[in-house]
């Protein structure tokens, strides 16, 4: 028995050094993800502005000019479908797809934000469990150096996997309204082409 509880010793032991350069690299992810989440913010809250500014009183004979003022160079993924579902008016599987295609655009934007949420408590916890082994053999053979050292790092990885994923649950919830909305122009736009062929 003492040679099984060693070796799941060793394990975890030697687990901690991973544990916490991924949450350094989790971390650093994080940081770069707030950056690119206020742009996105400022260029998503621009679009849905002018989209829902345009779109609020259309009947579906307006659609289709509507459509063709959108800019044609436009770098944002909503208004490059719309352009798309355009050139696709007449043939409805193609828009039903170019809708599908967005969601699955859109749901790898949001891939990064769910892992941040996930990982970070996981790893906060991981970095957290692993140093309290050595501690508690600190505080039973008196190093009370060793078991500050342990629980110092046991504190650290658990406020920084806390960060992470706080990161990227905020960023998460606010991506996924975007597509939200953003789909539900996209159902709005595809209906009323639907509408003008009857």
Same mark, same amino acid.
Do not use: C
């Given at each position: 028995?003492?040679?099984?509880?060693?070796?799941?010793?060793?394990?975890? =032991?030697?687990? @901690?050094?991973?544990?916490?350069?991924?949450?350094?690299?989790?971390?650093?992810?994080?940081?770069?993800?707030?950056?690119?989440?206020?742009?996105?913010?400022? =260029?998503?809250?621009? =679009?849905?502005?002018?989209?829902?500014?345009?779109?609020?009183?259309?009947?579906?004979?307006?659609?289709? $000019?509507?459509?063709?003022?959108?800019?044609?160079?436009?770098?944002?993924?909503?208004?490059?479908? @719309?352009?798309?579902?355009?050139?696709?008016?007449?043939?409805?599987?193609?828009?039903?797809?170019?809708?599908?295609?967005?969601?699955?655009?859109?749901?790898?934007?949001?891939?990064?934000?769910?892992?941040?949420?996930?990982?970070? $408590?996981?790893?906060?916890?991981?970095?957290? @469990?692993? $140093?309290?082994?050595?501690?508690?053999?600190?505080?039973?053979?008196?190093?009370?150096?060793?078991?500050?050292?342990?629980?110092?790092?046991?504190?650290?990885?658990?406020?920084?996997?806390?960060?992470?994923?706080?990161?990227?649950?905020?960023?998460?919830?606010?991506?996924?309204?975007?597509?939200?909305?953003?789909?539900?122009?996209?159902?709005?736009?595809?209906?009323?082409?639907?509408?003008?062929?009857?």
């Amino acid at each position: 028995m003492n040679v099984i509880s060693n070796v799941l010793y060793w394990i975890s =032991t030697g687990l @901690l050094v991973p544990v916490i350069v991924l949450l350094i690299y989790f971390f650093i992810r994080s940081i770069i993800l707030i950056g690119g989440f206020y742009g996105q913010y400022m =260029t998503e809250r621009k =679009t849905a502005s002018m989209l829902d500014s345009k779109i609020k009183d259309l009947n579906p004979s307006e659609i289709i $000019p509507f459509l063709e003022s959108l800019p044609a160079k436009a770098g944002e993924l909503v208004i490059r479908t @719309l352009r798309e579902i355009l050139s696709a008016k007449e043939n409805h599987a193609r828009q039903d797809m170019l809708v599908s295609e967005y969601e699955l655009a859109a749901d790898k934007n949001l891939a990064t934000s769910r892992i941040l949420t996930k990982m970070g $408590p996981i790893l906060g916890l991981m970095g957290t @469990l692993i $140093p309290m082994g050595p501690a508690l053999v600190g505080l039973a053979t008196g190093d009370i150096a060793s078991m500050a050292y342990n629980m110092q790092v046991a504190f650290a990885t658990t406020v920084v996997g806390l960060v992470v994923s706080a990161i990227g649950f905020l960023t998460q919830q606010a991506k996924e309204r975007w597509i939200a909305h953003n789909l539900m122009i996209l159902d709005f736009v595809v209906e009323s082409l639907k509408e003008i062929r009857k």
